[in-house]
């Protein structure tokens, strides 16, 4: 006999993601849900060029590779257009490690 009675999800159901659901770690993360496939697309298409590529003068701009949030969703920012920006991927990196930095710094003063 079953111990347990079936479940049943709808399609496309999966078990929420740990960030989704636990404060802390990988905050950086979040708000990849399902609009933003769409508006990395959009980006990608609308931006060819990394943004800061274009705006530190490095020639030639590399092609943009990543749809930034340009305010990070742990800090705020929202799954609209303007918070987006092309990126190329060495941009994108020296990006999230300043924002990994702050968050271990903004986590380290939450928790004293
Ligand atoms: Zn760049």
Not at 25 to 54: F, N, T
Not at 85 to 105: F, M, N
Request: proline share 10%; glycine share 8%.
């Amino acid at each position: 006999m079953p111990t347990q009675a079936p479940r049943f999800r709808p399609p496309g159901w999966r078990p929420p993601e740990p960030w989704a659901t636990s404060k802390g770690k990988s905050r950086q993360q979040r708000g990849y849900d399902a609009g933003h496939d769409e508006m990395r697309k959009r980006v990608l298409i609308e931006e060819p060029w990394c943004r800061e590529c274009l705006r530190t003068g490095v020639a030639p701009p590399r092609r943009t590779t990543v749809a930034d949030h340009i305010h990070n969703r742990a800090e705020g920012g929202g799954n609209i257009r303007e918070n987006y920006q092309g990126l190329c991927d060495p941009h994108s990196k020296a990006k999230t490690a300043r924002e990994s930095a702050r968050a271990r710094r903004r986590n380290r003063s939450d928790s004293e």
